[in-house]
Nanobody, 127 residues
């Protein structure tokens, strides 16, 4: 897999961004995909994930109600729509793919379960 994230940037508090995760080798729909973030000086944390075929999703409490993960099958892309952004959302955001074997309807919340990672995209929320 060669996961590539895009869509990061500088946004004011309360604004929105949509991150994209795409891959040239894997059909993303077939695998659980996770979004993680790492802020300066902090550990990486799980933000959201979606199971294969979008059977289920997960959101960290800190982003629930503000972020939405979704799949675009036609474009082999997974999106993370981020609304009402806060300064504490500032981080490098990574998408990750869990390779086989996978469990249908389940997406892992721990980074160690994912074998493939993108290089990340920086999101900065600041006025």
């Amino acid at each position: 897999a060669q996961l590539v994230e895009s869509g990061g940037g500088l946004v004011q508090p309360g604004g929105s961004l949509r991150l994209s995760c795409t891959d040239s080798g894997f059909t993303l729909e077939n695998y659980p995909i996770g979004w993680f973030r790492q802020a300066p000086g902090k550990e990486r944390e799980a933000v959201s994930c979606i199971s294969s075929y979008a059977g289920s999703t997960y959101y960290a409490d800190s982003v629930k109600g503000r972020f939405t993960i979704s799949r675009d099958r036609a474009n082999n892309t997974v999106y993370l729509q981020m609304n009402r952004l806060k300064p504490e959302d500032t981080a490098v955001y990574y998408c990750a793919l869990q390779g086989p074997p996978i469990r249908l309807g389940v997406c892992p919340k721990t980074g160690s379960a994912y074998g493939y990672w993108g290089k990340g995209t920086l999101v900065t929320v600041s006025s």
